[in-house]
């Protein structure tokens, strides 16, 4: 008795992101070392954020962004909301 043997789909590849965050970057050239220290700065601006949501928005994990967020992150870095999103 022949058995054949089919193939087992494999998942897709995640579609590249369009849209990288350049977060990490900025933080480390306006001196902010830890992602505390960013969320505490935000929340004093009135950015409400959780801790975990702004590690991911960090670390270039996260799947939406708020307008409160881009525009308190642009005024803390104070550049414009574009400088926020790296250059493809």
Known sequence: ???SKTPIPTAPEAPQRKAI???QVLMAEHDIRFV???WKRLN???VDIS???LTRVVNNS???LSIDLLEGLATLFDCPVSS???DN
């Open 62 to 64: 996260t799947k939406s």
């Open 36 to 38: 505390t220290e960013l």
């Open 1 to 3: 008795m022949q058995t």
């Open 84 to 86: 926020l999103f790296k």
């Open 51 to 53: 801790h975990s949501q």
């Open 44 to 46: 004093a601006m009135g």
């Open 21 to 23: 965050l350049r977060v």
